[in-house]
């Protein structure tokens, strides 16, 4: 079930099935049962390739998308219901710092970071920032250092490297990009020096979440403990 319902964040060679100029939307295979949703505000487009009859600032979805196109598309919205899962072309990449956002200019700062912090950041990333690509640097990079940073940027960029390889290889809908396990997500988000320890009981995540820890983290990695339910008392 997980496969086709729990699959926000992912990334998918998609196929346009149909397009929709009443609903300013577009059907896409993404390679699951049932086929996602692209709005006409989450399609990118370049304007030389739009042959649009109006001058209008933004041209209609049937001038960007034809049926049979390929497409590079992630998943903002699982699928409820009859509902397909809601789908975006901006591509974002989220780390333990700063989130990716292949082939764009966007830039900024999270706003919950006070102004002296916001500066140190704002000279950093002018340093690190990667051609070509957007980045938005989180709450979570207070304090960290520029090789941090570093470190956080270029596994991004070589993760983007290798979903736009496994793009080109075919044009088949289907899955290229899982975004982690919900509780590596949550790690991600929120383990520090602060916690004691994580316990888990089911072996597999055990192992998931340690590798996650040990890749970004190391030296918290002996915090995160398998327990053993038949072993162990609580």
Partial sequence: VNETTQIDGNIYVGRVQNVLPGMEAAFIDIGIPKNGVLYVGDVQFDQEDVESSKSGPSPRIEEMLKAGQTILCQVTKNPIGAKGARLTQEVSLPGRFVVLVPN????????????????????????????????IVRTAAEGVAADELQRDVDSLVAK?????????RSNEPRLIYRDLDLAVRILREELNSDYRGVLIDDRELYEKVRDYVLAVNPELADRIEYYDPEAEEL
């Fill in 160 to 168: 983007w490297t290798e979903i736009e390889a496994q793009a080109a």
């Fill in 104 to 135: 764009s200019s966007a830039f900024g700062i999270s706003k919950r970071l006070g102004d002296s912090e916001r500066r140190r950041l704002r000279r950093i990333t002018d340093e690190i920032r990667p051609d070509a690509h957007g980045l």
